[in-house]
């Protein structure tokens, strides 16, 4: 007999199975229909021996000290700041925009007080910030918005930024100083031997069993368990009774290059060429010295596993269809990205996770403060 069945060894899922287990020394079955523990985060040394990240780059930042000394029970850190170069006008150019990106573009010398100007002089003023054209267009206006977001935009999500909410483009800010780094959070860094070690520090205790290559349905009515911790797509959970959510998805091309170094930058995003979005090159992340490199194209499609909620008005709605559904569902308990339907960094999946758990214990345990 367990007591939780959690459906799903992301972020979300292992979390909760170490602080159910160690936390609250309950009996925990994991399942993942996949054959690997990490969800998105997995990572592998592949044939070539270089540790790459199956399902796309993954960095981790948080402003957040409980995630940050929670994970840390897990793994050591490499301390990384990350870094993204654009290919814009036939240069590979800082971004987030930032002072050099533009005095390269223009071939100028601003300096920070004059960049401020310029963007000022250039920006179309809004008066409400509601979608992600708007963000970027009041900010450094409509030349700099097509040089760089529109085009990538309307590849990664099929649609244009005006059909989105502010929070996509939100994500990327833009700079009048020197600062090239992608994130500014407090803590910036990989987990030194990967996240799929982490991962199985997290979930390695005798009260933890793990199944992979298992969806869960195939274990329901077979093994006895009391509640359940669901990460998956919430409207599969019931059966898409409302219409699909949509989700968009990626087709992951990976390479290995006969050469040390392949680019001059951990991503170069392009924006404006090519059917992909972005290449990564994983030594930059990982630290690791090899004569070889490896490297992965993202190919955005509707197409494929669920990778990325869309945040848009009507599935805000349809959303919230799902989540009263959710909400009256009796011992089961939503978490993560594609089960809060939420555009989710790591660390805020972590978070939520952390969160769910005290819930659970207030909810639950007698006596406890929730
Ligand atoms: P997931 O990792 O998706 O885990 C859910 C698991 O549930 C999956 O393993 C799935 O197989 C399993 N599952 C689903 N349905 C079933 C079922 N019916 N039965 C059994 N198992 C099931 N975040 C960052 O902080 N930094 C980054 O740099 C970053 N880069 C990213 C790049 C890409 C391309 C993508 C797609 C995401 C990125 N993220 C990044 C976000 C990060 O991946 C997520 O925040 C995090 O992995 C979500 O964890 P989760 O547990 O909610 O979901
Ligand atoms: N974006 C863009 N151009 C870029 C980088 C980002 O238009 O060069 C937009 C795009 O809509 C993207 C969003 O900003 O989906 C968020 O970017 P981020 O790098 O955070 O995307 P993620 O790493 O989550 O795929």
């Known amino acids: 007999m367990f007591d939780y069945l959690i459906v799903g060894a992301g972020f979300a899922g292992s979390v909760l199975a170490e602080r159910l287990a160690v936390g609250a020394g309950k009996r925990v079955l994991v399942v993942d229909k996949r054959n690997h523990i990490g969800g998105n985060a997995y990572d592998h040394y592949n044939d070539d021996g270089i540790l790459v990240h199956r399902y796309g780059p993954h960095i981790f930042h948080t402003n957040a000290r409980e995630v940050w000394e929670y994970l840390s029970r897990f793994t050591e850190w490499r301390p990384y700041e990350h870094r993204v170069r654009a290919s814009v006008d036939g240069m590979l150019v800082p971004m987030p925009i930032n002072l050099d990106t533009i ?8 300096t920070s007080f004059e960049l401020d100007e310029f963007f000022r002089s250039v920006a ?15 900010k450094v206006g409509r030349e700099l918005y097509e ?14 930024p005006s059909e989105l909410d502010a929070q996509v483009t939100a994500r990327v800010p833009t700079r009048t100083n020197r600062d090239d780094r992608y994130f500014l959070d407090t803590y910036q860094a990989m987990p030194l031997h990967g996240y799929t070690r982490m ?7 005798p009260n933890i069993k793990v199944m992979l290559n298992t969806d869960y349905r195939e274990v329901e009515g077979l093994i006895p368990y009391g509640e359940v911790i669901y990460t998956g ?55 690791q010295q ?8 993202e190919y955005p499609g509707d197409e494929g596993d669920p990778y990325y909620p869309v945040p848009r008005p ?36 972590v978070a939520q996770a952390l969160t769910t758990f005290r819930k659970i214990m207030g909810t639950k345990v007698p006596g406890r403060p929730p």
């Open 103 to 110: 005095n390269a573009l223009y071939g100028l010398s601003l």
């Open 124 to 138: 179309e003023p809004r008066e409400e910030i509601v979608t992600s054209e708007d963000v970027v267009v009041s």
């Open 147 to 160: 040089k760089f977001f529109r085009n990538y935009t309307r590849k990664q999500w099929g649609m244009d």
């Open 290 to 297: 090899h004569p070889r490199t490896s490297i992965v194209f």
């Open 233 to 287: 797509p919430v409207d599969e959970y019931f059966d898409c009774r409302f219409g699909k959510l949509p989700y968009r998805s990626l087709t992951f091309r990976h390479e290995t290059v006969n050469t040390e170094w392949h680019q001059t930058a951990p991503v170069v995003n392009y924006p404006n060429e090519h059917p992909y979005t972005r290449c990564t090159e994983f030594k930059y992340l990982t630290g």
């Open 199 to 205: 991962f199985e520090n997290m979930l390695s205790h």
């Open 314 to 349: 009507e599935n805000a709605e349809l959303y919230r269809r799902y989540k009263e559904l959710a909400d009256e569902t009796e011992g089961v308990w939503f978490v993560g990205r594609l089960a809060t339907y939420r555009y989710y960094n790591m660390d805020q999946v």
